[in-house]
């Protein structure tokens, strides 16, 4: 997965799609990313004492990596992550303008 914690991506499909958000976590064994504010899901909390309220939460879901694309920083674009050698290191950079993804 070329996708890293702290990318900015939109989602290509499903119900948030065109979302934009930050990638909050990464699982690379399952190919699936969560992404902050998007992919919601309630969860009633229930009160565990008495007097207290139970509360619903929102919590981010994770999604297949698959459906969201990079935002390159460069032209702001979604875009499809290219690698190129770069003195020997591996850099990430944006197929549509080739800006180096930081
Ligand atoms: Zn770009």
Redesign the pocket.
């Known amino acids: 997965m070329k996708l890293k914690k702290g990318d900015n991506v939109m989602m290509m499909s499903g119900k948030d799609k065109g979302k934009k958000g930050k990638i909050l976590a990464v699982f690379p064994s399952q190919d699936k990313i969560v992404i902050e504010g998007l992919n919601l899901i309630k969860k009633a909390v229930r009160a565990r004492k008495q007097g207290q309220k139970g509360q619903i939460i929102h919590k981010e879901r994770s999604v297949n990596a698959a459906s969201a694309a990079l935002i ?6 979604p ?1 499809r992550i290219g690698l190129r050698l770069d003195n020997g290191n591996k850099v990430r950079i ?6 180096e ?1 930081k």
């Open positions: 390159c920083g460069a032209c702001s674009k875009t944006c197929k549509k303008c080739n800006a993804i």
